[in-house]
């Protein structure tokens, strides 16, 4: 029994010294330095330094404030091809460049609920610092195919118009997608209140500054940031910061799923992360392709959005902005996430302008999980609604010429008859957030008063 407790007892205190050897290992490493040999575009060539791609160096004399950390991309032969983590103001050919011993990683876990946080995973709240929490390879490997779970269970947004006739599966990935001032933001503050998922992880990307703290205290509110992990990259920000931040909030929401929890990741936008892989991509010499993309964008897509989804315990539903570039619905990026991703919202500019918020056109927006989240009497209920709504869409000009004769389409009749109620039920204020069992039951409500005219 004695050599039992001497053993569990030795197990427990190599657990308890365990990260203070790993430090001091990393401590105790002789420091490899080596010289910026060059500095094109975005990118820094370093000479002399052995180091391996994902490794984390620092540019500059160590501990100064001038040092700045970039990650290794490339090498060839003795040369290496970095991406500074911030803007090159200051530095020189010939500073000396320090290796690191150890690839990019950021604090995780649940310390970091409630609280705002930067592309590296510093805090911008002013609050504690992070150094205690648990920190996660920034590039990780989505689980195997075949282990993830599958999208069977319904997760509840609070928008009746998604729950309904676009409703999400927990673990499954789906698009925003919007022109510029459509609503996209105000639609994810109302996810991010009203979702029935454990923990909620924004990705604010190329945000204009002044948005963030209006979106932060107006639109998510305490409820929603008390639940809420909120990363934060602004579009003044180097351009590899805003394509990190994707990462890191990624690698956050990955660590809520293994602990087992039901985590939303709300990437705004996954555009701007494109936007910034785009300039980084086309300062290292790759090629324009599509509209000025070049490969890596198109390559970068599907190794971020796989990240997401059911794993093998917990999962991710991860939720992406795509900001349409005028309004063009097939533009490259847009097109590429669509065939990625398992479905897509679209947001009209008609509906924005006509004071209709959340400005959701429910029939150009598909859900490829639907069938497998909602039962037979909700699908024939939605089912029911979009004809209707497709009977009015098709019969508009006759109806608003006064061509129409009532009676030629019973579908069309009931449009016409039950279009305010069909608009109350698809308006909802961005404050108001509606339980998934509610909104359905006013959706059948609504749809069997169509009876007398179908």
């Known amino acids: 029994m004695s050599a039992l407790v001497s053993t569990r007892l030795a197990a427990q205190v190599r657990e308890v010294l365990a ?31 052995p180091a391996a791609v994902g490794e984390t160096v620092l540019l500059g004399e160590p501990g100064s404030p001038a040092s700045l950390p970039a990650e290794v991309v490339a090498a060839e032969g003795s040369r290496l091809r970095c991406l500074p983590l911030g803007h090159l103001t200051g530095l020189a050919a010939g500073a000396p460049a320090v290796a690191t011993g150890r690839p990019s990683d950021v604090p995780v876990g649940p310390a970091l609920l409630g609280r705002v946080v930067d592309a590296m995973g510093n805090p911008l709240d002013g609050g504690a610092p992070l150094a205690a929490a648990p920190r996660a390879p920034l590039h990780a490997t989505p689980p195997p195919a075949l282990s993830r779970g599958r999208v069977e269970a319904p997760l509840g947004l609070g928008v009746r118009a998604l729950d309904t006739l676009v409703p999400a599966g927990r673990g499954q990935r789906f698009g ?20 029935a998922a454990d923990v909620s992880v924004l990705a604010l990307i190329g945000e204009r500054g002044r948005e963030v703290r209006e ?16 990363v934060v990259a602004t579009s003044d ?10 990462l890191t909030a990624t690698a956050i929401a990955e660590s809520f799923r293994d602990l087992g929890a039901d985590a939303v990741l709300m990437m705004d936008s ?15 010499g790759e090629p324009p392709a599509t509209r000025g993309y070049p490969p890596s964008v198109f390559a970068l897509m599907p190794r971020l959005l796989e990240r997401a989804g059911p794993g093998v315990t917990g999962s991710i539903t991860g939720i992406y902005t795509v900001l349409v570039d005028g309004d063009d619905h097939n533009e490259p990026i847009a097109d590429a996430a669509r065939s990625i991703l398992d479905g897509h919202v679209v947001l009209d500019r008609r509906l924005a302008t006509a004071g209709h918020f959340p400005t959701i056109d429910v029939l150009d927006s598909v859900s490829r999980v639907a069938g497998r989240v909602t039962g037979p009497d909700q699908k024939a209920a939605a089912t029911a609604l979009r004809r209707v709504l497709a009977a009015h869409r098709d019969a508009k000009e006759l109806i608003d010429v006064g061509a129409y004769q009532p009676g030629a389409n019973p579908e069309v009749d009931a449009a016409v008859a039950h279009l305010p109620a069909i608009n109350a039920f698809l308006r909802q204020d961005i ?15 609504l749809v069997t008063s169509f009876g007398g005219h179908r």
């Open 176 to 195: 925003i997608f919007a022109g510029s001032g459509v609503g996209k933001s105000s639609l994810l503050s109302m996810i991010a209140r009203g979702t």
């Open 270 to 284: 996954l555009t701007r992360v494109s936007m910034a892989q785009r300039e980084i991509g086309l300062s290292v």
């Open 237 to 246: 920000e180097a351009p590899v910061l805003r394509l990190r931040a994707a």
């Open 431 to 445: 404050h108001d957030i509606t339980p998934p069992a509610q909104a359905w039951a006013q959706l059948q409500q």
């Open 19 to 49: 990260p203070q050897v790993a430090r001091a290992t990393v401590a105790a490493r002789p420091r490899l330095s080596g010289r910026v040999s060059a500095i094109v575009g975005l990118s820094v060539e370093v000479t002399g330094l």
């Open 215 to 230: 979106f932060l205290e107006d639109d998510l509110g305490p409820e929603g940031l008390a639940r809420s992990v909120v």
